[in-house]
């Protein structure tokens, strides 16, 4: 069966400073990935999808960016992160190459910024 | 106008009632409807998927779409504790966008 696995839980960082969440899928290959964030009280916004290795596609431009080294990892930075970055950052999977199939997601990072 | 819209509750259901949950799309090209279950402090976790118009059982869950009122809505029988929870609706174009848009999500509270 499939897993995902996403860390840290949970995070406190400083205003301007770095960010990196990783997330990896086991028992697939080739998986879509995507990185959303939850604030408060609001919807989930899709921040990136990639749909294979070094193919990243943002949705908000904005100051964090993403990457996909290997085939199911994801990673999620921030070279200088903003109080806006505050949220509930949630890595999720679905199977390569159809659009329609259902997303699962990771149990996520909550992300606190001082 | 919200491209998925949800009445954000809570709704609040009796225990072994049936909770029935809406939302609504507006994009007519949608064509895949998901329905998550998010717990406080905790990620959405699937409960249905469904493509066509019409009904979609799985256990105490009924998915029901209609295409042509743009609207996908969530039945849960024999309503327990344990369900009380936000429900997320999410719609996906399918037509080669990965782009899924999710609503903010519907608070059940089924009271014991």
């Known amino acids: 069966s499939q897993t995902i696995h996403q860390w840290p839980a949970t995070l406190v960082q400083p205003v301007g400073s770095p960010l990196s969440l990783e997330c990896t899928v086991e028992g697939t290959s080739n998986p879509n990935l995507y990185w959303y964030r939850q604030a408060a009280g609001r919807g989930l916004q899709l921040l990136f999808y990639s749909v294979g290795i070094g193919q990243i596609s943002s949705e908000v431009p904005q100051n964090l960016s993403a990457s996909r080294p290997q085939d199911r990892q994801f990673i999620l930075s921030s070279k200088k992160l903003l109080l806006s970055d505050s949220g509930f950052y949630l890595c999720a999977w679905s199977r390569q190459g159809r659009s329609n199939q259902p997303q699962h997601f990771g149990d996520g990072t909550r992300l606190s910024i001082l | ?112």
Do not use: H
Request: aromatic residues 12%; charged residues 20%; contains cysteine.
């Open chain 2, 1 to 112: 106008q919200k491209e998925v819209e949800q009445n954000s509750g809570p709704l609040s259901v009796p225990e072994g009632a049936i909770a029935s949950l809406n939302c609504t799309y507006s994009d007519r090209g949608s064509q895949s409807f998901f329905w998550y279950r998010q717990y406080s402090g905790k990620s959405p976790e699937l409960i249905m998927f469904i493509y066509s118009n019409g009904d979609k059982e799985d256990g105490r869950f009924t998915a029901q779409l209609n295409k042509a009122s743009q609207y996908v809505s969530l039945l849960i029988r024999d309503s327990q504790p344990s369900d009380s929870a936000t429900y997320l609706c999410a719609v996906n174009r399918d037509s080669g966008t990965y782009k899924y848009i999710f609503g903010t999500g519907t608070r059940l509270k089924v009271l014991a």
